[in-house]
């Protein structure tokens, strides 16, 4: 098998999950760092390369809001849903078990005629 192609196939189909991964984890407010974080303990790491333009990238959108605070002592960009964000949250949720529901189907027809 060809490593180099599946690592990009793999790459491909995680880009798509990570934007709904991280518009989900944002309906709570959350700086970069506690984000990432939450994400990782969930099974969803994200490098911090990969995490910060896509949440400028997001907020520039509209898909986010964000807000500067001082916690501990230090400066922190703060993000969550903007209104615009929670509807395209819930229409891609919606995509996501609509093309689940394809898939399994697909695959539970794929088990029954190799059986």
């Given at each position: 098998?060809?490593?180099?192609?599946?690592?990009n196939?793999?790459?491909?189909?995680r880009?798509?999950?990570?934007?709904?991964?991280?518009?989900?984890?944002?309906?709570?407010?959350?700086?970069?760092?506690?984000?990432?974080?939450?994400?990782?303990?969930?099974?969803m790491?994200?490098?911090?390369?990969?995490?910060?333009?896509l949440?400028?990238?997001?907020?520039?959108?509209?898909l986010?809001?964000?807000?500067?605070?001082?916690?501990e002592?230090?400066?922190?960009?703060?993000?969550?849903?903007?209104?615009?964000?929670?509807?395209?949250l819930?229409?891609?949720?919606?995509?996501?078990?609509?093309?689940?529901?394809?898939?399994?189907?697909?695959l539970?027809a794929?088990?029954?005629?190799?059986?």
């Amino acid at each position: 098998m060809n490593a180099e192609l599946f690592e990009n196939l793999r790459l491909e189909l995680r880009r798509g999950s990570l934007i709904v991964a991280v518009l989900a984890q944002l309906r709570a407010e959350h700086y970069g760092y506690a984000l990432r974080k939450a994400l990782a303990d969930r099974g969803m790491a994200i490098d911090e390369n990969t995490l910060y333009p896509l949440l400028r990238r997001l907020e520039s959108q509209g898909l986010l809001v964000s807000q500067w605070r001082e916690e501990e002592k230090r400066n922190k960009r703060f993000y969550r849903l903007s209104g615009d964000g929670e509807l395209i949250l819930a229409q891609l949720l919606d995509e996501w078990h609509d093309i689940n529901s394809s898939l399994n189907r697909i695959l539970d027809a794929e088990m029954r005629v190799g059986n």
